[in-house]
């Protein structure tokens, strides 16, 4: 148990896990280098110290969240896929589960910031563990098999790096283009969502 501020007792795993939704979105905006752990700690809510004292560190923290990030895409596809009351088809059950993930502010952001030090011996290696799992499930699971599933990992990557990008928020028509091509009939929500999350 940890007390906030305010003197309220918080249990270990609550506060772990508001370190890493806050972790989450300053990686997220960021990236690896440009974040700090005083930026986290101001999200949270607590002190560097305890950030620090919980994880050891920024870069195992950002470890933690991605590995946090890939297994929160893992579970929303797994419950799309069992999602057996659906009429949709496969794919477009996929689809809306990973354009609602944009709420979820900072986990797409966070993977392709991982992806982005795929050369690092560590983060390298959780990042293409984490992206052969994803693939697995949506070929396997979700029954696409590997060519219907490899289209739909590379069109989940395109979103990433619009995001990353930001270029959803370019007043251009080829950026308005690949948008919409990106998210197919998912473009209005993913302009609600990520209205939200603009700085």
């Known amino acids: 148990m940890t ?3 305010s003197g309220k007792r ?3 795993a609550e506060r772990r896990e508001s370190i890493l939704a806050a972790a989450s979105v300053v990686f997220g905006d960021r990236g690896y280098a ?3 752990t005083d930026q986290i700690a101001a999200g949270a809510g607590i002190s560097q110290a305890l950030v620090v004292r919980s994880f050891g ?5 950002f470890l933690d969240v991605a590995r946090r990030a ?6 929303t596809f797994r419950q799309a ?3 057996t009351g659906s009429a949709e088809p496969m794919e477009q059950r ?13 986990i797409l952001l966070s993977i392709t910031h991982m992806f982005a030090l795929g050369h690092d011996a560590v983060t390298g290696s959780v990042a293409r563990d984490g992206l052969l799992a994803i693939y697995r499930i949506v070929r396997d699971e979700a029954g696409l098999g590997s060519d219907r599933a490899a289209q739909f990992i590379a069109n989940v990557l395109l979103i990433n790096n619009i995001l990353t990008g930001r270029l959803h928020t370019v007043a251009e028509t080829d ?18 969502l990520t209205k939200q999350i603009v700085a």
Do not use: W, Y
């Open 70 to 75: 890939i297994d929160t895409v893992s579970e």
């Open 34 to 36: 440009g974040a700090t």
């Open 175 to 192: 950026a308005d283009e690949l948008l919409r091509e990106a998210c197919h009939d998912n473009l209005s929500r993913f302009r609600t």
């Open 81 to 83: 896929i069992a999602d």
């Open 57 to 61: 560190g920024k870069e195992q923290l």
């Open 94 to 106: 996929l689809a809306h589960a990973l354009v609602e993930l944009i709420a979820d502010r900072g």
């Open 3 to 5: 007390e906030t501020p």
């Open 10 to 12: 918080v249990p270990a």
